[in-house]
Each structure stands twice: as structure tokens, then as C-alpha cells.
Nanobody, 125 residues
Framework: VQLVESGGGLVQAGGSLRLSCKAS????????MGWFRQAPGKEREFVAA????????YYDDSVKGRFTISRGDAQNTVSLQMDSLKPEDTAPYYC???????????????????WGQGTQVTVSS
């Protein structure tokens, strides 16, 4: 059971990055997928999530309109397109998989059972 993120890097403010997460080791078709981030000295915070079949997406207010989450055709991949990046978006970003009970649970990290190791995103001003 493994989640592997890729696509992080250094970008100037206003730029874009696309993060990807590939899941392996089991069937992921029934799992919701999400992205979280944790800046130094801060708690892990929700960024975006998508339902198991891709019919609903969820975003934190701080990224709404700038970030887009999507699932791959094979259902075991999830991407996060990040546009109009800001210095405050700087953090390691973590991919997660789980089965949230209802809409409100998509925003909570305990709803996710599996986590990747993270990929660093750094936005310079």
C-alpha cells in the first residue's frame, strides 16, 4: 500500500505547478483522495479532495479558484493543478486516501487512512 507524490518544486509567485499522486498496492477505486499541506510550525491543513468517482470536489477557501483537483482514468492517480501560486502556499504537500463518511469529513485529516511521504512546494516572492 503506497502513495507516491511528484511534481513539487520551486516557482515564482504567480506561477503554476502540477502535483501528481500515484497509488499502488490495492484497489483504490472506492477511496476518496485528498491533498493536505503542513508549513513549518503549523498544523497540517486541508487543501483539496475528490470523491471516489470524481463527481464532487472540495477545496479550502484559501485555494478555491486557483487549485484544481482531478482523478486519472485508472482511478489510482490524483492530480492537483496549482495556478496563481502565492508565497503562503509554500509547504510540503501530502497525498491521502480514505473513505470520509460525509461531506464535512472530507476536510479532516483523520478521515484518511493512507498517506504519502510528501513533495515540497516552494513559492518565492
Amino acid at each position: 500500500v503506497q502513495l507516491v507524490e511528484s511534481g513539487g518544486g520551486l516557482v515564482q509567485a504567480g506561477g503554476s505547478l502540477r502535483l501528481s499522486c500515484k497509488a499502488s498496492g490495492r484497489s483504490w477505486s472506492s477511496y476518496a483522495m485528498g491533498w493536505f499541506r503542513q508549513a513549518p510550525g503549523k498544523e497540517r491543513e486541508f487543501v483539496a479532495a475528490i470523491t471516489w468517482n470524481g463527481d464532487k470536489t472540495y477545496y479550502d477557501d484559501s485555494v478555491k479558484g486557483r487549485f484544481t483537483i482531478s482523478r486519472g482514468d485508472a482511478q489510482n492517480t490524483v492530480s492537483l493543478q496549482m495556478d496563481s501560486l502565492k508565497p503562503e502556499d509554500t509547504a510540503p504537500y501530502y497525498c491521502a486516501a480514505g473513505r470520509p463518511w460525509s461531506d464535512s469529513y472530507y476536510y479532516n485529516s483523520p478521515s484518511y487512512d493512507y498517506w504519502g511521504q510528501g513533495t515540497q512546494v516552494t513559492v518565492s516572492s
